[in-house]
């Protein structure tokens, strides 16, 4: 992605293991300062997770598979049966920072998996680190065919509307439901976003970042303004991204507010899609646990409380949107009609 510092436009990864460290683009200090965190150990990165240093649901399920290869790093001696509960201990660890977005689950797994071929200690580090490797560039390279696939959908002269942050921010790089829009703009088509501010984290804050490092044509709006644009005919379609998709249950998760806009864009008649790799998949059938987050969110606006003393907020951090509202599922294998699923 492009990246603006001190007047220079430079390209950077979201995400890069080098050396035992894992680093990313810190995101609670965006949109005002670009740093970037360094993480020194598993524990580290299982926080970050927490703290949504690093968040979005691909870019949490690459590191959570560098962390395991963190953890393999810092194992000590040759016992195998001691690496494996040191890697089975990290991989609880990590699977208890976030609970809705499946490529974490699903990142850690895969790992697990690698641990049954290893037959010693030095072996088993090999197989760990060159897992998250494969893992941070399939998906890297699944957002870039999901651009591609999702960029036929966005015709010249369109108004797209988004919401959260699925962008290179919330990826290695590309983004997946930014993904389209950004190969679509490279390619010379006038569009225009409109990006949800997406309260309480403000997650539009992170694509509008994205977008005027794009020079991509945009404007925030109100997470309660897309009704009224869409009720203009201002709006030509929506694309946002999935923390799990639940083919089974019928359903995916996605950052609240989700469920609201693409029931709008039914009754609008305005196509809805879902852009979001397989690592989001989830083929079990179960309910899909949906992270509660502090009230302190909703209550403070960057670190200033707009409530009264004693206010209490509710803070669902996704919802549910059942498959029937969307129009199709925009992946790295192609795009894919609910019932196609
Ligand atoms: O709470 P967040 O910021 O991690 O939520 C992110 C989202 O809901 C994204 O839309 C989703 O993870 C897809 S990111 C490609």
């Known amino acids: 992605m492009k990246v603006k510092v001190e007047g220079k436009v430079l390209n950077y990864k979201n995400i890069w293991f080098e050396g035992g460290k894992l680093h990313f683009i810190d995101q609670t200090k965006l949109p005002f300062k670009f740093s970037i965190f360094t993480s020194n150990n598993y ?3 299982a926080a970050a997770i927490k703290e949504m240093k690093v968040r979005g649901a691909p870019a949490i399920g690459v590191a959570a598979a560098y962390a395991l290869a963190q953890a393999a790093l810092e194992f000590e001696g040759e016992n195998l049966d ?37 037959r010693n200690v030095e072996d088993c580090r090999e197989l760990i680190l060159n897992k998250a490797e494969a893992l941070a560039e399939g998906s890297l390279q699944a957002c870039r065919r999901i651009g591609a696939n999702g960029e036929k ?4 002269g369109s108004s797209i509307l988004t919401h959260c942050n699925a962008g290179a921010l919330a990826c290695v790089d590309y983004g997946t439901a ?9 390619r010379g088509k006038k569009i225009f976003v409109f990006v949800d501010e997406t309260r309480p984290r403000l997650q539009g804050a992170l694509t509008e970042w994205e977008l005027q490092n794009e020079g991509i044509p945009h ?29 089974k249950n019928g359903y995916f998760a996605n950052k609240v507010g989700t469920y609201e806009k693409a029931v709008l864009a039914k009754e609008n008649n305005i196509p809805f899609y ?4 397989m690592s989001s998949f989830d083929f079990s059938i179960k309910e899909i646990p949906i992270e509660e987050r502090s009230g302190e969110e909703v209550l403070y606006i960057g670190g200033r409380r707009i409530f009264a003393k004693g206010a209490r907020a509710k803070n669902p951090a996704f919802d549910i949107t059942p498959l029937e509202y969307v129009t199709a599922v925009i992946t790295e294998t192609g795009v894919f009609k609910p019932a196609e699923l």
């Open 178 to 186: 930014l993904a389209p829009l950004r190969l679509a703009h490279s």
């Open 82 to 118: 001691g690496f494996v509960a040191h890697i089975k201990k990290a991989s609880s660890a990590m699977k208890g920072t976030r609970p809705t977005a499946v490529d974490l689950f699903n990142a850690v797994d895969e790992i697990l998996k690698v641990l049954e071929k290893g």
């Open 43 to 45: 524990r580290q990165t």
């Open 274 to 277: 879902v852009a979001a790799p």
């Open 219 to 247: 404007a925030v709006i109100v997470d309660n303004a897309a009704g009224f644009y869409m009720q203009r005919k201002e709006i030509d379609l929506c694309i946002v991204g999935a923390d799990r998709i639940a083919v």
């Open 153 to 156: 959908l966005v015709k010249d």
